[in-house]
């Protein structure tokens, strides 16, 4: 089992940045594939980022497409989430997620086991 914070949320402007990071406890971290999820109120959870155990591949969402970027630090059992860009549409609570993985990513909501319990990130426009 994993457990997942994250952290780096905050209030920014339109065209800002802000980058996340979600700490994973655990010796086993090099064995999940991660992804990055958000929610804004009234509207389901939806897909950002994902990227694969080893860091090798990874998966957007048109939306963010170019803006942001995926990426892990295995020996600090963190993924972290580039934000650049920012639109007021990116306001949401943004969660990681984790799920063992030989390989590969995966973007879908029902194929993460492991949920941190979000941060909140605010455009301002």
């Known amino acids: 089992q994993v457990q997942l914070v994250e952290s780096g949320g905050g209030l920014v402007q339109a065209g800002g940045s802000l980058r996340l990071s979600c700490a994973a406890s655990?010796?086993?971290?090099?064995?999940?594939?991660m992804g990055w999820f958000r929610q804004a109120p009234g509207k389901e959870r939806e897909f950002v980022a994902a990227i694969s155990r080893s860091g090798g591949s990874t998966y957007y969402a048109n939306s963010v497409k170019g803006r942001f970027t995926i990426s892990r630090d295995n020996a600090k059992n963190t993924v972290y989430l580039q934000m650049n860009s920012l639109k007021s549409e990116d306001t949401a609570v943004y969660y990681c997620a984790a799920r063992p993985s030989y390989s590969g990513v995966y973007y879908r909501v029902h194929e993460y086991h492991y949920w941190g319990q979000g941060t909140q990130v605010t455009v301002s426009s």
């Open positions: 655990g010796r086993t971290f090099s064995s999940y594939a």
